[in-house]
């Protein structure tokens, strides 16, 4: 029986006991089973009924020879990141659900479990209880993964989703999101992106093998998404979803996170409510999806507890996700080649079409005074560039 220690007893941190606590049979298959001995928390829970668990100290966890793994469950990079650093250096295994403290010491923290015959591990970051950081480190790894495209925020998904289907605008859906508690008081991290531009870096960092850096990467939410954004794509028989996405060509990666117009035939597209997704293609499965809870007390635990079985399996060792501290340099994002659907007020047409060539298909009639075009492809640099310079440019949605 392998003894576990929660940093945290907030939604993820009791999740992982109540997971451990009511699966014990099915972990007890796949190890020798594992015990929680402490939980640390500055807060008293009284009538919890793991409340003589609960104690308000670090030291007795780090110096716990009995204790092996811990889960880091309490967010935020400052004492996570001192909590988890000391365990890794006394030889503890850690496990994490915080993908600020992985996406910032991800690589840091890693060197110093291999230095110290532990693991750092931290699938439930990206995606919740979705197994794409298995899957990258274990089941592609004989694959060149060429690119990841996710929906990797569970809030902005469901207040696109209402957007689409109940025709509310952008304020009405966010207000919903945040009744149902999908929406922070303060969505910030949400609807500008950065939530999803932190997970896909983490992704991209074990694809490349080595750090992204989260704010080198091009960003754009969603608060500026009109009802109307969201009609031109229906007469377009497409959605629009948050899309982070990391492509890898010609020795480098392009990283993006930004509103799409995606096809409806397109996988992503299915993806409803606050459920995420995570399409990588690769040069020999091609296109695979992973689809599930990417948030929420259980599914996030389940995954933070599924490392923790692997960790149990793995006492003295290291399970290596091969990311290095090496800085990644990205691709110039100005250099990306896609297209873009653009809103254009009737008067400019003309001028527009003369500066930036377009598809056949127009959409017309969905705004009074203005239709939407779909360009050829062409570099974000080079779009960006053109449409600066004419007038009657509405705003615009990359492909």
């Not at 207040?159 to 207000?175: N, P, Q, S, V, Y």
């Amino acid at each position: 029986m392998a003894e576990v220690a929660v940093l945290g007893y907030g939604t993820v941190g009791s999740g992982v006991v109540e997971v451990i606590e009511n699966n014990r049979d099915a972990i007890s298959k796949r190890c020798e089973g594992l015990h929680v001995k402490y939980i640390l928390d500055l807060r008293e829970f009284p009538g919890d009924p793991y409340e003589d668990r609960v104690i308000h100290e670090f030291d007795p966890i780090v110096n716990d020879p009995e204790i092996k793994i811990v889960c880091e469950t309490m967010g935020g990079a400052t004492f996570a990141y001192k909590y988890t650093k000391a365990c890794l250096e006394a030889g503890k295994s850690v496990c994490t659900s915080n993908k600020e403290l992985v996406e910032k010491y991800g690589a840091e923290l890693s060197r110093t479990a291999k230095e110290n015959n532990c693991s750092y591990l931290f699938e439930a970051s990206v995606g919740g209880g979705i197994p794409v950081i298995r899957t990258i480190n274990e089941a592609l790894t004989a694959e060149n993964i060429e690119s990841i495209c996710g929906i990797l925020n569970g809030t902005t998904n469901y207040i696109l989703h209402r957007m689409e289907t109940a025709g509310l605008d952008f304020d009405a859906a966010l207000k919903e999101a945040q009744e149902l508690g999908y929406a922070e008081k303060d969505p910030t991290a949400d609807i500008e992106g950065h939530d999803p531009c932190r997970k896909i870096a983490i992704l991209a960092s074990l694809v490349c093998g080595k750090k992204v850096d989260y704010e080198q990467i091009l960003m754009e939410g969603i608060k500026d998404l009109s009802i109307t954004d969201i009609k031109y794509a229906k007469a377009a028989d497409k959605s629009i979803k948050l899309i982070a996405k990391c492509e890898f060509k010609n020795g480098g990666c392009y990283s993006i996170v930004s509103p799409r117009m995606i096809d409806n035939s397109n996988p992503l597209a299915m993806v409803k409510d606050v459920f995420n997704a995570v399409l990588i293609h690769s040069d020999m499965l091609d296109d695979s999806m992973y689809y599930g809870r990417g948030a929420g007390k259980l599914a996030t635990a389940s995954a933070v507890v599924g490392d923790a079985v692997e960790c149990a399996n793995n006492i003295g060792k290291t399970i290596n996700c091969g990311w290095s501290e090496e800085k990644a340099v990205l691709s110039d994002i100005n250099e990306l080649e896609q297209s873009y659907f653009v809103r254009v007020k009737n008067e400019s047409i003309d001028a527009f079409k003369a500066a930036v060539k377009t598809k056949d298909r127009v959409i017309e009639g969905v705004a009074g005074g203005e239709t939407g075009f779909f360009t050829e492809s062409m570099a974000e640099g080079e779009f960006k560039k053109t449409i600066a310079a004419l007038n009657g440019v509405v705003g615009y949605i990359r492909m």
